[in-house]
């Protein structure tokens, strides 16, 4: 019985590791795609508000 125990937390810890990692991984894509949508709207919005402060 004792080893079923230990078994057990020994795979509740690499299920702990995994999640952790999963969130590493959603992490660094949302980074990714926060990136990418930044360098390909940067000049747009900025051309964006130099006409909205010119009309001002």
Do not use: W
Not at 16 to 29: D, H, P
Not at 30 to 54: H, P
């Amino acid at each position: 019985m004792d080893m079923i125990r230990k078994l057990y937390v020994k795979g509740n810890e690499f299920a702990r590791g995994q999640t952790m990692t999963e969130y590493a991984l959603i992490l660094a894509a949302v980074a990714v795609v926060v990136f990418a949508g930044y360098k390909t709207m940067g000049t747009t919005i900025t051309s964006l508000l130099t006409n909205l402060d010119s009309q001002l």
